[in-house]
């Protein structure tokens, strides 16, 4: 048994570890786990703890997919939600679509009987204000919110430097390569904007025969190359795990127009080895790492490339 997870899933790593030495469901232990950091303040990128949208509205996406049948749950912004995966996780058993955004995805938490939450904190709307008041001139803030953001949007890219998420990737013989994924994606994004998080290659990809991929940082990247997806296709056709990776890699790297940023990947193949690899993000990434020999999970060092 294998479980990772990047570094911001410390609040619910435990539990999700705890769940699976008990013989809990690979996805429902995830799902647990990923509930603990959506509910925690001081992650700022997933959740309650989350930066909100132009508009100051918290918008959350979330996903799972389980591996053995590759089935799918996912979730794209979700207002007034903050435990995501789990309604992701009620999509994928609930019905027959794999994917809800918006007003149709709250509409479907409350038909199931999640509460409807103040995902907002104080903090982050106080920052949001202030920017707001640095960035428009008086004429446009008191039109505000009735002015093109878009121009707004180019101008103020992720100020708050959040493109982190929280990713969790479970692999067994026996419970097969699962994955979970949950962000409240960029810090001032444009209204609907969806991160890869939600998106089914993209942000993750699981099959129980060959492995899985999660990714985290900058969506826009990943969505454009599908990486999670090319990482397992890769496996597939017999790449060991680390070309599989650096495959993905290479392909991140041939993207020279348009928006660029850093990618972390977190992959795992179905002999039980792992690789996490940092790809232009700043900084010391590191992840966590929990396998059935370990007494506890480490917090590792991502190989940067
Ligand atoms: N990887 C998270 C996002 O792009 O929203």
Known sequence: MLLLANAEAWPGFPLTVEMLRAGADSLDAMVAGIGRVEAE?????????????????????????????????????????????????AVMQRLPHVMLTGTGARRFASEIGFSVDEVLIEDSRRVWRERLEAELDAEQLARFPDIPLAPLSRAITDPERVRDTTVFLSADRRRGIHTATST???????????????IPGAGFYADSRYGAAVCTHTGEMTMRCATARTIVLALKLGRSLREAVDLAVEELAELAEGFLGGVVIHAADAEGHHEVVNFRCEGEIRYWLWDDTMAEPELRPARTI
């Open 41 to 89: 303040p001081r992650v700022r990128s997933v959740g309650y703890g989350g930066w909100p949208n132009m508009l100051g509205a918290m918008e959350c996406d979330a996903a799972v997919m389980n591996g053995t049948t590759r089935e799918i749950g996912s979730v794209g912004a979700v207002p007034d939600t903050i435990p995501v995966a789990a309604l992701a996780q």
């Open 184 to 198: 409240s994606g960029w810090a001032w994004k444009y209204p609907g904007r969806l991160g890869d998080s939600p």
